[in-house]
Every structure is written in structure tokens, then in C-alpha cells.
């Protein structure tokens, strides 16, 4: 395959986040008319998400013919060979947030090649905030540029945390106890994807969830890694683009901390 131009890939993610974020705040306008349907438990989707998603499909086949995609309401492309470059998005992650009218969401569009994630762009349209990065060339917020934090104490340090009943609420509680045993705080935003652009812009010193889907967290990990963070290998055995994994992400000196206090409830 030929390489792919990541600068022109990078500047068309963003434009193409952001203007899936428009039309999620233009349906947010109406709240009536946001179509909330429950998808599992505390898990829902609107029509917004499928609308965000539908047109980021169409811009991708536009620009980019001989890609794919992977999507969280609309699925992989039928006959994706594992070597045209994939997009993973989530359209809309933080979806209950989204339905509840807090600004806590985002657009989520991650680009996959040769079995790893190689660009990542989480847009914010409620705080105006744009996340980016693209393998080698660093991470920016708003096109600065960005580091992990580089505390490395958990009494000075935030965890951010994230669960969903795919796994069992033990682990999440689990982690909540582990974190205050050893006077580290923790939040929990609704949101995997800006929790790891927290990561890298050094609001939070970690990410941790049991279990999470390719698309929440496909951009934020290579956005992690390039402000300078670790996360762990998500994409490594097979099918975990469909099955998903857990995800541990976090400041370089906060490594060794969240790997002791929380590695043994990343189940495999
Ligand atoms: C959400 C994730 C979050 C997880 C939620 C939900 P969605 O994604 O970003 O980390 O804890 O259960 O999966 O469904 O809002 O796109």
C-alpha cells in the first residue's frame, strides 16, 4: 500500500470532526427530536449519533475511496481486508451525557494502519476544544502543543475512570477503593475519548476502564502517545477491533503507580 499522506489525513479529520460536531449541536437544539433509544443498560444512543456517523461515512468515501471504516452505531465496512487504512470513530462518544444537555461529548475519528492506530482527533464543540495528532508529529490542543503531566506522585495526582456493565461493576468499584487507598483521586466524565485527550493535555495523570470499544479510544491513544503518555498495547490479539479491551493510559511517571495499583483488573 502506498503511505499515507498523514498531514493531509490529520487536516481533514479535523475538518471533518468538526463538522460532525455541528450537526450534533444542531440536533441538540431540539431536544425533543433527539430520538433516544436504549441500546443496553445506562447505554444509549440518539439520532444524532447516527446522523454524525452517517456523514462522516460520506465525507471518507468522498475524499478517500479506498478506505473503510469502523463506526460504534454502523459497523465495519463489509469486506474491509486488513490493509486499507480504517477509520474508527465514534460520532458522538459520551452519548448519555449528550442526551442529558451537559457538555461533556465529543467527535472521535482515529485512522488505523497496518494494524495500529496512526492518527487521532477528539473535538469538543461545547468547549470549543480540539485534540489532534498524527504518529511522529506530537499532539496539539487547538493546534498548541501538549504534554502528559509529569507528576508522578498519586497524592498529588487524578485518575479518570471509565466502566460500562460489560464487565462486572466489582472491578469499577474495585478501582475507585485501590485509587483512594492510596490518597489518589479519581472522576468519572461518561466520556473514554476525553478522558484520554485529558491525559495528554495533563488534566489527568491516568485513564482506566475494564473494557472499552475501538472507537472511544482509537484517536485518544495515539493523542496520548504523541503528548508524550503511555497506554497500554489495546490493539494487541486478534479481533480487538471488534471486541474491544480494557484501556490504562497515563502520565510516563504515573506508569509504574497504575500498572501496580490497577493492571490485575484489565481483564484479557
Ligand atoms: C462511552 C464511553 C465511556 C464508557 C461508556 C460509553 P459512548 O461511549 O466513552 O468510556 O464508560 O459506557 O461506552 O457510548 O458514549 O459512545
Known sequence: MSPVDLDHRLRFAVDAAHRAGELALEHARNPEGLGIQVKGVQDVVTLADRAAEQALRTEVAAVYPGDSMLGEEDGLTPGW??????????????????????????????????????????????????????????????????????????????????????????????????????????????????GLAYVADGRFEGYFEPHINAWDVAAGIVIVREAGGFTNDFFAGDARLERGNAILAGAPGMRGFLERTLGDLMEG
Open 81 to 194: 481486508d486488513g490493509a486499507a487504512p480504517l477509520w474508527i470513530v465514534d460520532p458522538i462518544d459520551g452519548t448519555a451525557n449528550y442526551a442529558r444537555r451537559l457538555p461533556l461529548w465529543c467527535i472521535s475519528v482515529g485512522l488505523f494502519v497496518d494494524g495500529e492506530p496512526v492518527l487521532g482527533v477528539i473535538h469538543n464543540p461545547m468547549t470549543n476544544e480540539t485534540h489532534a495528532a498524527a504518529r511522529g508529529r506530537g499532539a496539539t490542543l487547538n493546534g498548541m502543543p501538549i504534554r502528559a503531566s509529569a507528576e508522578t506522585s498519586p497524592q498529588r495526582s487524578r485518575i479518570n475512570l471509565g466502566f460500562s456493565y460489560r464487565r462486572p461493576q466489582a472491578l469499577h468499584v474495585a478501582s475507585i477503593d485501590r485509587l483512594l487507598a492510596r490518597q489518589c483521586e479519581y472522576s468519572r466524565l461518561g466520556s473514554g475519548a476525553l
